[in-house]
């Protein structure tokens, strides 16, 4: 079965500073989809960046780029320019090529300090 | 451009009760999913629709659960019989057949079980 990890509960990052929050994955799948979701305080979740494990390129959505190294199943992101906005919940998922459900790790929780 | 909705957004019910939430997915889409998300925890995959048939069924979907589509558009989850371990929130999704992967999910529904 398909496993996804974050290891970091909290983060936390001064504004307009950089932070990286991890994730690593387990599959024996060769095609599949790798997702960050951003869950803020008592609001739905929104999809932040998405990454086709077929692309060898990291995908880049303004602010928030990946680090996607698929030998070693990890799939980090990268929040630029903190703001305030940013804090919330974020969920690394997982979705191979054909399946329905996505498989989310237990999330980090990350604050910005102004 | 009209998201995923859900209602209601809390319900707060006693032990023994049935309880029925309502999903609208993106009008576009045909593909629509049931999560629960405990707290402190990434959401878990319940159910999944296509049109309106209920094509994959979580183990975590007891049989006290029941979940349906019946024209292809709203979907409904129920409850009957509620326990205290059924407090948390049922999170609402959906998706097109061209971009399968890629669900995008509503604000939830939070149960709580007195």
């Known amino acids: 079965a398909q496993t996804v990890t974050q290891s970091q509960p909290e983060m936390s990052v001064q504004e307009a500073e950089t932070v990286t929050l991890s994730c690593t994955y387990d599959t024996s799948e060769s095609d599949y989809y790798l997702f960050w979701y951003k869950q803020p305080p008592s609001r739905q979740m929104i999809l932040v960046i998405r990454?086709?494990?077929?692309?060898?390129q990291n995908a880049t959505e303004n602010r928030f780029s990946v680090n996607f190294q698929k030998a070693a199943k990890s799939f980090s992101l990268k929040i630029s320019d903190s703001q305030l906005g940013d804090a919330a919940m974020y969920f690394c998922a997982y979705i191979h090529q054909g399946a329905q459900k996505l498989v989310f790790g237990q999330g980090t929780r990350l604050t910005i300090n102004p | 451009d009209t998201g995923v909705s859900q209602d209601p957004r809390h319900k707060i019910t006693k032990r023994g009760q049935n309880v029925t939430f309502r999903c609208d997915p993106i009008s576009e889409h045909n593909r629509l999913y049931w999560y629960r998300q405990t707290l402190g925890q990434g959401p878990e995959f319940l159910t999944y629709f296509q049109n309106e048939a209920q094509l994959e069924k979580s183990r975590l979907l007891s049989d006290r659960f029941s979940a349906e589509r019946p024209k292809g558009s709203f979907s409904t989850l129920e409850i009957q019989r509620t326990e205290q371990g059924d407090s948390a929130m049922y999170l609402c999704?959906?998706?097109?057949?061209?971009?399968?992967?890629?669900?995008?999910f509503g604000p939830g529904t939070r149960l709580t079980v007195t």
């Open positions: 990454q086709e494990a077929y692309k060898q």
């Open positions: 999704a959906s998706s097109s057949n061209r971009l399968s992967y890629e669900q995008y």
